[in-house]
Structures are given as C-alpha cells and as structure tokens.
C-alpha cells in the first residue's frame, strides 16, 4: 500500500539481509519502493534488485558528490541504461555544498547536463540539495522542468521554500526527517503541500524516523513518516498512504 520514494536498498549496509528488509517491509504495508543509484557501483545494484523483486524501481543518475568523475562514457553508459524497463526517474542529482567534493561549477555543469538528458528523454527528476537550496532552485527554473516534474527527496526547507518549488511543477517528498522533534520548518512544509504533489520516503539506510532515530533506517520505515504525516494533517492513514502511492504511480508512470 506505500511507496517509498527514495531509498537505498542497494547500499552496503543491507548487503546480508535485503530478502529479509524486503519482507519487513512489507509487512509494514510498504509494498513498493524506488531503489536510487547514484554512482557505477549502485546503479548496477539498483537494476538488479529491480530484476528480482516485483514492486522495486530503480531511480538512476550521478549524484553531486561524484560530479568530479563525471565523463562522456559514464553519460553514453547512464543514457543506455535509463531506457531499461522500470527506471522511472533520474537522480538523484542536484547539488551539495555540504561536502564540496567537487566545485559549485564542476556540480552545477553536471546538474545542468542530466536536467536536460531527463527532458530529452521525458523522464523525471529526482533532486539532491544540500546547503545549496538558492542555487539549486535558480537552476531547476532556468531549466523549466515543469513538463517532466520530479521530486524534492528528503525535502528539508521551509513552507516557503515548498511553495517555490511546488510553483515550478515538483513534488515534495518527505523522509524521516518529518518527525524529529526539532524539525519545525519541515513540519510546517509537510502541513502545506498540495495532496497530489505529496510524497514520502525513508532514505535507507540513512535518517530513520522516530522511533528509530539513529538506528539503521530501513524501507518499511516509511509507515513511520505516513504515520507523522497523518499526525500532522489530521488525516486518515490509509488515505495518506494511497494518495502518496498513487501520486508515485502517476509521476513514475507506472501503471
């Protein structure tokens, strides 16, 4: 019955226990996810899980923090592989001025490259940003994405910031982050989005929601930010639930 919108099955972290996550999973209503690869090593990983498991997805693109090694042949390789079937998206890709691996130049011109294959290719986008949201959004504008829309993962910023980047067509994904105490701003952003450009996720193995804060986080966590949401909207559960689920569906084009 959820979507998980972002995740990352693939990472090392579940390398000896991804049959028993996914079965956890679903045992917590999370039925579907989307497995995000962001560098050689994890795309591959990405696709194969999609090969093995019904309800997983793979989002696929080079991430911001390996915008340095970014080349011609990883793009012909990256292209190649987002025609396969169930890739639903590009990303995550965006910008992250928290790690400054690369230049903000050198992470912008890789941005900008992978922007423009998704709108060659009508595929959405899945965004990265970290301390980085002003240029991030200047970026996303200037490109005009509002033809293949996309996400905002683990959505971070205030109502305000929402709002702008909701006026550009994106959607906005919310992960454990939704229910830390101190999360106010995220709250507030949670409260305001439109229900059809609302989605969550769990950014597994990172961010788990309360109650599991600073332990491994995991795909059926996503039942805990569905459950914050609910909270916070006054909202039943089961329609959280189905409208972020089918609002993946129709982004992802699944059918």
Same mark, same amino acid.
């Given at each position: 019955?959820?979507?998980?919108? #972002?995740?990352?099955?693939?990472?090392?972290?579940?390398?000896?226990?991804?049959?028993?996550?996914?079965?956890?999973?679903?045992?917590?209503?999370?039925?579907?996810?989307?497995?995000?690869?962001?560098?050689?090593?994890?795309?591959?990983?990405?696709?194969? !899980?999609?090969?093995?498991?019904?309800?997983? %997805?793979?989002?696929?693109?080079?991430?911001?923090?390996?915008?340095?090694?970014?080349?011609?042949?990883?793009?012909?390789?990256?292209?190649?592989?987002?025609?396969?079937?169930?890739?639903?998206?590009?990303?995550?890709?965006?910008?992250? %001025?928290?790690?400054?691996?690369?230049?903000?130049?050198?992470?912008?011109?890789?941005?900008?490259?992978?922007?423009?294959?998704?709108?060659?290719?009508?595929?959405?986008?899945?965004?990265?940003?970290?301390?980085?949201?002003?240029?991030? %959004?200047?970026?996303?504008?200037?490109?005009?994405?509002?033809?293949?829309?996309?996400?905002?993962?683990?959505?971070?910023?205030?109502?305000?910031?929402?709002?702008?980047?909701?006026? !550009?067509?994106? #959607?906005?994904?919310?992960?454990?982050?939704?229910?830390?105490?101190?999360?106010?701003?995220?709250?507030?952003?949670?409260?305001?989005?439109?229900?059809?450009?609302?989605?969550?996720?769990?950014?597994?193995?990172?961010?788990?929601?309360?109650?599991?804060?600073?332990?491994?986080?995991?795909?059926?966590?996503?039942? %805990?930010?569905?459950?914050?949401?609910?909270?916070?909207?006054?909202?039943?559960?089961?329609?959280?639930?189905?409208?972020?689920?089918?609002?993946? #569906?129709?982004?992802?084009?699944?059918?």
């Amino acid at each position: 019955m959820i979507f998980d919108s #972002h995740t990352h099955l693939n990472a090392e972290q579940f390398n000896d226990d991804i049959p028993e996550t996914v079965a956890r999973a679903k045992e917590l209503g999370v039925t579907e996810m989307a497995v995000v690869g962001f560098d050689t090593e994890t795309i591959t990983k990405s696709l194969q !899980l999609n090969q093995t498991y019904e309800g997983i %997805y793979s989002i696929i693109g080079w991430h911001p923090t390996e915008a340095g090694s970014y080349t011609k042949e990883i793009e012909t390789d990256l292209i190649e592989k987002l025609t396969l079937p169930k890739v639903v998206a590009l990303g995550e890709i965006g910008l992250d %001025y928290y790690w400054m691996e690369d230049s903000k130049e050198v992470q912008a011109k890789v941005f900008q490259r992978q922007i423009a294959i998704a709108k060659e290719m009508n595929l959405p986008i899945s965004i990265h940003t970290r301390d980085a949201i002003e240029d991030t %959004y200047k970026i996303l504008k200037e490109a005009d994405i509002r033809e293949i829309g996309g996400i905002m993962h683990s959505f971070s910023g205030s109502d305000e910031w929402a709002k702008r980047f909701l006026d !550009l067509g994106m #959607h906005i994904s919310f992960s454990g982050v939704v229910s830390f105490k101190k999360a106010t701003d995220v709250q507030a952003a949670a409260k305001i989005v439109p229900l059809d450009k609302l989605l969550v996720e769990t950014d597994a193995p990172y961010l788990a929601p309360v109650p599991y804060r600073g332990k491994r986080n995991e795909p059926g966590y996503t039942r %805990y930010v569905v459950e914050k949401i609910v909270e916070l909207r006054n909202l039943p559960w089961e329609e959280v639930a189905e409208i972020t689920r089918n609002n993946a #569906h129709q982004l992802f084009r699944i059918d």
